[in-house]
Nanobody
């Protein structure tokens, strides 16, 4: 499975961005999908996750109420709508497919990773 994330860019604080992650190739995986981010000098951290079946979602406390994860199974694509962006949201955002079906919160439980897309929020 190959994952390609795109949609990052430079945005002012308070602005919005929508990230997409398309899965292709390999054997279809029903693992949960997730978004993670990594700021310079920091470890990769969980942002949001969605089950591949059903509508179960989960968010990091730092993004609750501002970010929304969704998916389109017909397109093998997940999205991350990011609103009210803050400078501390800056980082490289990665999509991933998990080993379990319900959620992916632990980066160590990811089976596949995308290449990352850079989000920069200016103050």
């Amino acid at each position: 499975v190959q994952l390609q994330a795109f949609g990052g860019g430079l945005v002012q604080a308070g602005g919005s961005l929508r990230l997409s992650c398309v899965a292709s190739g390999g054997t279809f995986s029903s693992g949960a999908r997730g978004w993670f981010r990594q700021a310079p000098g920091k470890e990769r951290e969980f942002v949001a996750t969605i089950a591949w079946f059903g509508r179960i979602t989960s968010y990091a406390d730092a993004v609750k109420g501002r970010f929304a994860i969704s998916r389109d199974n017909s397109k093998n694509t997940i999205y991350l709508q990011m609103n009210s962006l803050k400078p501390e949201d800056t980082g490289v955002y990665y999509c991933a497919v998990g080993e379990e079906s319900l959620q992916l919160r632990d980066p160590g439980r990811a089976a596949y990773w995308g290449q990352g897309t850079l989000v920069t929020v200016s103050s």
